[in-house]
Each structure stands twice: as C-alpha cells, then as structure tokens.
C-alpha cells in the first residue's frame, strides 16, 4: 500500500501521453479537487484528499501550479501523507522549468529541488537538490544528483497537464506511448495506453472519458508501482475525472470534487 500511496496521493493522476503539443494559450487558471476513496470489502472510506491550483500563462508563457495533498485522519495511522508539490512550466509544449515537492510521508520528511536545462537534441539535464529526515531522527541530510535523458521528459507535476493537451480522437485503443519523468532520485520510464472512450457516472452525473492505464517503471527495467487506471473528461477542458490502482489489499479510487 505505501509504494501506491506514494504516486497516487502526492501526485494525484499522472495522467500523460507524449507526442503532443500545447499552446500557451489553453492554460486558465484553474482549481481542481479530488477524493481520494480507500476499498476493501465492504468498506469504503475516504482516504485522503488532493487539490490542485493552476495561475495563468503569464507574458513570457509561463504558468505555475500547486498540489496539496494530505491523507484522512484515520489512514494517517497506517501511513500519514502531507505533501506540497510547486512547478513553474512552459506552457507551450508542457516543458518544466523548476519543481520542487515538500513531503512528510509515514513520519519521513523530503524535500526535493529539481531544476532543468534543455540541450540540443532533445537532451536534459536535471540538478537535483534533496533534503532528508528520517523517521525519529533529529538530522536533516542534504544530498545532490544530476540525472539524464534523452527525448520528451517531465516531473510529476508537469506530467498532469501535458496529458491535457493530448490529440486522444486521433489514438486507436492499443496504441501506447513512453516518455521519461524525474523525481528528486531517479528517472522513471512511464508506458502508457490507451482504451477507448467510455461513459462513467460520479456523483449522479454522467462524463464521456478517454480511459488509459499507465504504468512506472525504474529507467525501463523494473515496475515501481502497480498500473493504474485513469479516466479524463472528453470535454474542451480535459479535466480527469477518477484514477483507481489495487493494493495487496483493497484498491484506492479518485474521484473529481463536483
């Protein structure tokens, strides 16, 4: 459960696809809210909850983001989650400038700082600043890495809107794509397909979705997470709609505040 936690609550649906292009124009400023719901049996309880705010384009195309997560009074007995992720992002193409994520996660304290350059060829590099606390311990570490990749590449901030910008009408159920993402230690490889469109209902409300699964893998060799699920509303604005992933026990569902 910890391991699935760990990208479905601080990250809350890292939604993308790559080969796309977005416009510095389609980013509004925007706040979004989820639930996240926590299955086994007969029970059903909420989790945990996640927000999102997005600012506008700014002059020089630039936009930020923030998410705030934290997990429910009662699941924070088995594993408490108290997150804040900030990016600043180009918003033409989706390109990240800047991302840091503060976390307090099962009594362990991170914070990450990732900083990118681009180079010619699609190369980035990335600078990443980590800040450590470990469980009943009294000493933060400090520790620096720069990671390496070659083609399209995110964090999981970022990741969040560029799926948005995704040409979906135009995929086959089937088709899949990869592309890298960072986080404060490593680089992961996302493979991600698509389903088809499908017609959910939340809230005594009905939404026409793309549906894909996606899953991460450790630069390409080794799963570090289960799949995931992911439902994003057809509409204009592509807003996701509910995320669901299993657990050696239950399953943890998201779901779109109305």
């Known amino acids: ?5 760990k990208h479905i609550l601080p990250a809350l649906l890292i939604f993308l696809l790559g080969g796309g292009n977005a416009l510095a124009g389609d980013i509004a400023s925007e706040n979004l809210k989820y639930r996240v719901m926590y299955k086994w049996g007969l029970i059903n309880k909420r989790a945990g909850t996640v927000t999102i705010h997005t600012s506008k384009v700014d002059a020089k195309g630039v936009f930020n983001s923030t998410l705030i997560g934290h997990s429910a009074k009662w699941a924070d007995k088995f594993f408490a989650v108290r997150d804040t992720l900030r990016g600043t992002i180009i918003a033409d193409g989706i390109h990240p400038l800047f991302y840091e994520k503060i ?4 009594g362990e304290y991170k914070h990450d700082i990732i900083t990118y350059e681009r180079h ?3 190369a980035v590099t990335a600078h990443c600043d ?4 470990k469980k009943k311990s009294n000493e933060v570490e400090f520790s620096e890495k720069e990671l390496q990749a070659s083609g399209y590449t995110v964090d999981m901030l970022s990741a969040f809107y560029y799926m948005r910008y995704m040409d979906f009408p135009n995929m086959t159920p ?4 990869t592309m890298n ?9 996302l493979k991600i397909t698509y389903q088809g469109t499908e017609t959910i209902s939340l809230d005594k409300k009905d939404y026409d979705c793309y549906h894909i699964t996606f899953s991460f893998t450790s630069d390409g060799k080794k799963k570090s997470s289960d799949d995931l699920q ?8 592509r807003v996701p ?16 505040e109305p």
């Open 174 to 177: 089937g088709e899949h794509k």
């Open 103 to 106: 976390s307090h996660e099962g």
């Open 230 to 237: 992911a439902w994003i509303e057809t509409g204009a604005n």
């Open 241 to 256: 709609v509910k995320m669901e992933g299993k657990l050696p026990v239950g399953s943890v569902k998201c779901f779109l």
């Open 181 to 189: 993402i960072f986080s404060g230690k490593r680089k992961e490889i």
């Open 120 to 122: 010619p060829g699609g």
């Open 130 to 133: 980590r800040y450590k606390q």
């Open 1 to 5: 459960m910890t391991r699935l936690l």
